[in-house]
């Protein structure tokens, strides 16, 4: 049996559950890897109350019935109970399936099965809905118990103990010449010793070990693309620019405040890209008001004064139209004509030196006869081919992405690894220090008399809400609700509601109150959590907070604080859960430190989103956090490189590579 061989072997129900999962390779099926495994050496012990973590249960069912519910709606249920249990018997625990009616000709009364799933109270019985299942049959052991046992996301039409049974024969069969990889990355640990271990490991630390082998695969694989891309992207011919400083020295001349060091330096790193024949590509990594607007804005006078076009692209309307505003009133000045062009509105946009906009500049009219410098702002909320056709406005222009979410150190080469990039490290001078603080379910009189305060010397407030309005299937506040007591609690000042569903008319409105201090209070949504910039505002009370993510918490707070005055954010939380993540907001308002602790709190799939990161299909996305692994995936494919720039020899490793260049939109 070799790996390339179709599974034509098979018959019936099994072939036609592999094929509809596309699996038709003996390749294909030991690729199908473990989503977890049991331990069926030892089982857990039959709960006493509910709640805790996922529990395996091995047990007989003793009872079951059928139950239909209003709507055509029904389940089914068992009752297991414990074998071999204490002096007065053992523990029992209901299972229920609601909607399946398949189930209950799969388990009945007798059976022996193991369950998996939380354990929940239901009318005083402990219960277990939709747990995974699988029937023991007598005399069936080996693979299937006493031992340490894959579990496999489920193929319909396949039982996890026929699919357990096919893999184990493939591992079993399969000749190890047909297992060579595009590039062997470990030639200690050959491939078929791997597969063996991740499906059918006999102790945990094996099979962590085979992930982590087929994971530096992958993370090589990623590289090979990253860097490939990066070398193509080299070779195209840009066009020089940046030689004239002229606008760049008038507008150093024309600000009230100096420049960061940090900002500087990235200035630098950009001028000298521009000076380049070939094209700039460059990531601008900064933390919450570090400053990115001004290097941007630096980075396109330099192309304005070459007698080219810019143009940068936001995510949102607020955040372009406030980009906008802050370009006209540095940039108009010095001669140089900002437009913006948006989905819902136009401002000067032909003949524009710099183009501000959302989607509608790619989407939309907007037409460049000399673009050469492409900003793209908060990258990670546009995909790569959004990206992509941007860039292609233009002949082969320098592109400059920026993003303040930080991005954990240990990532930057995976995600990044093509860009060159500039880090903003500092907090530019006068700004005041923001105060944060968890408060678990905060009186509303405090909280009020405590804005009262804040309100009465002059500044602004953010009220930020998880809910646009009201819902029955979350327990949490709304922006609308609250925004109706907000203002009688606070009626000696303007109070405003912003949310995402509000018409873009209206929300540019709203803003430009709170923005001109016509309005002192903002009760909003995330809407505000990029693009706002109001340095007067001083207090962000986050209402329900748990409920955020610590990137989008940052992000959030970065809204205060950007004025000289001393600044609160108060995280409101009903205590429940979450208080772990909320700490770190409170002990730290290093991004970088909040993006590791993010990192390892929810993982790398959850910090990324993977789909816009161009990491959708990524098996092994745990290892994103493994900082080793990356850097020895990136020294591996670095070498193979240097050695052979075109992989002439290995022509399946450079169809790899090749994909990854055109799925870049570079």
């Known amino acids: ?101 398949f189930v209950h000709r799969m388990v009945a009364v007798g059976h022996e099965v193991v369950i998996y799933g939380r354990v929940k109270e239901v009318g005083g019985r402990l219960v277990i809905d939709h747990p995974e299942f699988e029937v023991v049959e007598a005399g069936v052991g080996s693979i299937h118990l006493d031992r340490i046992v894959p579990i496999y996301r489920g193929l319909s039409g396949l039982p996890q103990r026929r699919l357990r049974e096919l893999i184990w024969d493939a591992c079993q069969e399969v000749e190890p010449d047909s297992l060579q990889a595009t590039y062997e990355v470990d030639a200690s640990y050959p491939r078929l010793e791997a597969y063996r271990e991740i499906h059918f490991p006999e102790a945990l630390e094996q099979a962590e070990a085979a992930r982590r082998r087929f994971a530096l695969e992958e993370f090589f694989q990623i590289q090979i693309q990253v860097l490939w891309r990066r070398q193509h992207h080299r070779q195209q011919e840009g066009r020089i620019q940046g030689k004239s400083t002229g606008l760049l020295t008038e507008f150093y001349r024309a600000l009230p405040f100096d420049l960061t060091d940090a900002q500087k330096r990235s200035v630098k790193e950009i001028i000298a890209d521009l000076r380049q024949p070939r094209a700039m590509s460059r990531l601008l990594q900064g933390d919450v008001g570090s400053g990115k607007t001004f290097v941007a804005m630096c980075s396109m006078l330099m192309a304005v004064d070459s007698g080219h076009q810019a143009a940068l692209m936001a995510p949102t309307q607020i955040l372009a139209e406030q980009h906008w505003l802050t370009f006209r009133r540095w940039l108009t000045p010095l001669g140089v004509k900002v437009g913006l062009l948006t989905g819902n509105r136009e401002e000067e946009a032909d003949g524009a030196d710099i183009l501000i906009g959302t989607h509608a500049l790619i989407y939309e009219r907007a037409e460049f006869e000399r673009l050469s410098l492409v900003v793209i702002d908060e990258q990670h909320k546009f995909g790569v081919l959004q990206r992509g056709r941007l860039v292609k406005q233009g002949q082969t222009p320098d592109v400059l992405v920026m993003t303040a979410t930080p991005i954990p150190r240990t990532l930057t080469l995976t995600l990044y690894g093509d860009l060159d990039v500039s880090i903003l490290d500092e907090r530019p001078a006068g700004r005041g220090k923001i105060i944060t603080g968890v408060r678990v379910k905060p009186k509303v009189t405090e909280v009020t008399k405590f804005l009262k305060e804040e309100l009465g010397k002059g500044r602004q407030v953010y009220l930020v809400y998880p809910l646009v309005e009201e819902s029955d299937s979350v327990k949490a506040l709304s922006a609308v609700t609250e925004f109706e007591k907000w203002k009688k609690r606070l009626s000696r000042w303007e109070v405003e509601l912003l949310h995402g569903q509000m018409a873009a008319e209206e929300k540019e409105s709203v803003m430009a109150r709170f923005r001109s201090n016509e309005a002192q209070v903002l009760v909003a949504t995330t809407v505000v959590e990029v693009g706002v910039d109001v340095p007067n505002a001083t207090v962000m009370i986050i209402w329900n907070a748990e409920r ?119």
């Not at 007989?60 to 002096?87: A, P, T, W």
């Not at 959708?616 to 692994?629: K, M």
């Not at 052979?644 to 799925?663: F, S, T």
């Open 1 to 101: 049996m070799r790996a390339e061989d179709e599974l034509n072997f098979l018959r019936g129900k099994d072939q036609e559950a592999l094929d509809k999962a596309g699996i038709r390779t003996v390749g294909q099926l030991l690729d199908w890897l473990p989503k977890r495994y049991e331990d069926r050496r030892q089982f857990d012990s039959f709960p006493a109350q509910a709640g805790g973590d996922a529990l395996c249960l091995r047990g007989k069912v003793i009872d079951s019935m059928r139950k239909r519910l209003g709507g055509g709606r029904g389940f089914y249920e068992v009752v297991l109970e414990e074998q071999g249990g204490n002096f007065f018997g053992g523990g029992t625990v209901a299972c229920r399936w609601f909607n399946l009616p």
């Open 548 to 666: 955020f993510g610590l990137a989008q918490l940052h992000q959030l707070r970065g809204r205060i604080g950007r004025g000289e005055h001393k600044s609160y954010c108060v995280l409101a939380t009903d205590g429940k859960s979450g208080l772990e993540k909320l700490e770190v907001m409170a002990a730290t308002d290093d991004g970088f430190e909040i993006a590791d602790a993010d990192l390892k709190l929810r993982g790398p799939g959850e910090v990324l989103g993977t789909q816009q990161s161009g990491l959708g299909d990524l098996r092994f996305v745990d290892f994103l956090a493994d900082v080793e692994l990356i850097r020895e995936s990136r020294r591996l494919a670095e070498e193979l490189l240097e050695r052979d720039p075109q992989l002439e020899g290995y022509p399946a490793l450079r169809n790899i590579a090749a994909l990854g260049k055109e799925v870049s939109g570079c």
